[in-house]
T-cell receptor, first 112, second 113 residues
Framework: DAGITQSPRHKVTETGTPVTLRCHQT?????MYWYRQDPGHGLRLIHY???????DKGEVSDGYSVSRSKTEDFLLTLESATSSQTSVYFC???????????FGSGTQLSVL | GDSVTQMEGPVTLSEEAFLTINCTYT??????LFWYVQYPGEGLQLLLK?????DKGSNKGFEATYRKETTSFHLEKGSVQVSDSAVYFC????????????FGTGTQLKVEL
């Protein structure tokens, strides 16, 4: 298994609170991604990163921000959580010129 | 933009039955195509891929052929097992760099004894 650790694995929070999800990799891959998984939508890209301090928006980036200060860590922040952000969040990594993505085990986030 | 359409599930089969999960795509360029599988409580893992027309990806008895003329990448297996029960996602990569994938909505497969 690719060395990807997501934390926390489960989180319950209240509307309006900030939340940060962490993705940590030990593979030294340059590319990292955050996806959310929702019934009827499959996986949708939130943000991605091509390297340290190099991030960009995906198709569902509103309400989310990211940071990547080290190759191994990619943080996803919900500045003020809303119920519509209740979802399962997956981190993924890949190497340039290799289209294969490796996924973490996911974070189940519930916003009440 | 790019999109992937999969047949809706759940698909319920008896063990040793033949499996087909349909997948069609829309893309402006010439994408690479993938099938990913998600077992309960886990992240997605790559099942197979194809990068050009008429390529056949295969793994663990699963196969899919890249059909450019019908923009399809249907997943097939000749004889399913209970252990194949999972959610299957079809996806494409636009090859414009960055390996960003566009996923279908997923198809849940349940295999019963």
């Amino acid at each position: 298994d690719a060395g990807i650790t997501q934390s926390p694995r489960h989180k319950v929070t209240e509307t309006g609170t900030p939340v940060t999800l962490r993705c940590h990799q030990t593979e030294n891959h340059r590319y990292m991604y955050w996806y959310r998984q929702d019934p009827g939508h499959g996986l949708r890209l939130i943000h991605y990163s091509y390297g340290v301090k190099d991030t960009d928006k995906g198709e569902v980036s509103d309400g989310y921000s990211v940071s990547r200060s080290k190759t191994e860590d990619f943080l996803l922040t919900l500045e003020s959580a809303t119920s519509s952000q209740t979802s399962v969040y997956f981190c993924a990594i890949s190497a340039p010129r290799d289209e294969k993505l490796f996924f973490g085990s996911g974070t189940q986030l519930s916003v009440l | 933009g790019d999109s992937v359409t999969q047949m809706e599930g759940p698909v319920t089969l008896s063990e040793e039955a033949f499996l087909t999960i349909n997948c069609t795509y829309t893309a402006t360029g010439y994408p690479s195509l993938f099938w990913y599988v998600q077992y309960p409580g886990e992240g997605l893992q790559l099942l197979l891929k194809a990068t050009k027309a008429d390529d056949k990806g295969s793994n663990k008895g699963f196969e899919a052929t890249y059909r450019k003329e019908t923009t399809s990448f249907h997943l097939e297996k000749g004889s399913v097992q209970v252990s194949d029960s999972a959610v299957y996602f079809c996806a494409l990569s636009d090859r414009r760099g960055g390996n960003k994938l566009t996923f279908g909505t997923g198809t849940q497969l349940k295999v019963e004894l």
